[in-house]
């Protein structure tokens, strides 16, 4: 169960670096509104929330991955590095938590359901990026459009 729960979470992962790698640097500035958060902001913030799970179930892995703040999130490289530091953190707290019976410190019922919990977040915030971008007028290609549900090449 580990190693496919642990897969599972890095597809979504990818999902969210392919979809970053799509959108132009310039771009990660749209917002659907003037109040609400920019493309960047976005990714930020998913990983943002990735490092307050990390920081109440395994804080030790809090030392390899970096917040975002919001004066730096157009830049590209930082949310591309950030996601994929934050990605393998909850990578192995999510092993950490099979190991210890499936508990998640802080999270109920188990650890099935994070990452449940976990990918329908990023979802909701990957589809406030592409509606976004969209309103804007800088829609993402159809490509990318379809990539981010082919779970089986990510």
């Known amino acids: 169960m580990s190693n496919e729960l642990v897969q599972t979470w ?8 392919y979809l970053l790698e799509a959108i132009a640097e310039e771009n990660l ?8 958060r920019r493309v960047g902001e976005q990714f ?6 990735r ?8 804080p030790e892995a809090l030392e390899k991955v970096v917040k975002v703040e919001k004066e730096n999130a157009a830049d590209k490289n930082l949310l591309r590095e ?10 192995a707290l999510i092993e950490k938590a099979v190991e210890n019976g499936s508990r998640v410190k802080g999270f109920k019922p188990h650890v099935t359901a994070f990452v449940i ?6 979802a909701h915030h990957r589809s406030q990026i592409v509606l976004a971008l969209k309103q804007s007028g800088h829609p993402v290609d159809r490509k990318t459009s379809f990539g981010i549900w082919e779970f089986g090449v990510r």
């Open 10 to 17: 890095q597809i979504n992962n990818r999902i969210n670096l």
């Open 29 to 36: 500035g749209d917002s659907l509104t003037s109040k609400g």
């Open 44 to 49: 930020a913030h998913i990983n943002n929330v």
């Open 51 to 58: 490092l307050m799970w990390l920081k109440e179930a395994l």
């Open 82 to 91: 950030s996601l994929a530091k934050s990605g393998a953190a909850v990578s």
């Open 117 to 122: 919990y976990l990918s329908s977040h990023e």
